[in-house]
Nanobody
Framework: VQLQASGGGLVQAGGSVRLSCAAS????????MGWFRQAPGKEREFVAAIRWADSKTVYGDSVKGRFTISRDNAVNTVYLQMNSLKPEDTAVYYC?????????????????????WGQGTQVTVSS
């Protein structure tokens, strides 16, 4: 499985960005998918996840109400719509896949839940 994240860039505070993560593999629809981020000097932080079984979503507290995760199994892609961006959202964003999907959504907040990671895409929010 290979994950290719894209869509990052420079955006002003209050703006929006949509990240995409394209996955290889014939059973993408069975993968639980997640987004994490890491800012310089900080630990990796959970952002959002979506289960394959029922498309249930879960979000980190800092992005609830502003970010939306979704997936399109027809094109093997997961998205992260990021609205009302703040300078503190600046980070490298990583998509991740749990290829043996079906765990409870709360477990998907942990990076150890995932076995495949993409290369990351930089999002910079200017004030």
């Amino acid at each position: 499985v290979q994950l290719q994240a894209s869509g990052g860039g420079l955006v002003q505070a209050g703006g929006s960005v949509r990240l995409s993560c394209a996955a290889s593999g014939r059973t993408f629809s069975n993968y639980d998918m997640g987004w994490f981020r890491q800012a310089p000097g900080k630990e990796r932080e959970f952002v959002a996840a979506i289960r394959w079984a029922d498309s249930k979503t879960v979000y980190g507290d800092s992005v609830k109400g502003r970010f939306t995760i979704s997936r399109d199994n027809a094109v093997n892609t997961v998205y992260l719509q990021m609205n009302s961006l703040k300078p503190e959202d600046t980070a490298v964003y990583y998509c991740a896949a749990r290829t043996n999907g079906g765990v409870i959504s709360s477990y998907l907040k942990k990076d150890i839940a995932y076995d495949q990671w993409g290369q990351g895409t930089q999002v910079t929010v200017s004030s």
